[in-house]
């Protein structure tokens, strides 16, 4: 079992896995998200190389639009 914080909370997840995976299984859109991981802010095309472990800290951040 894998532990992981993500937006402050703690998560289990059975085994690590890349972190797009983690998006799909948690119905969240890559293209409408900003993703800091470990301190560090992701680009996009860097998610797919990422693969979460335990105590791996990850805080996703939801784009709203407006005016």
Do not use: C, W
């Amino acid at each position: 079992m894998i532990s992981l914080t993500v937006n402050g909370k703690t998560r289990e997840i059975e085994d690590s896995m890349k972190l797009t995976q983690f998006l799909e299984i948690n119905h969240i859109e890559p293209r409408l998200i900003a993703i800091e991981y470990n301190g560090q802010i992701l680009r996009r095309e860097e998610y797919d190389k990422v693969t979460l472990k335990d105590r791996d800290k990850v805080e996703i951040v939801h784009m709203v639009g407006g005016g």
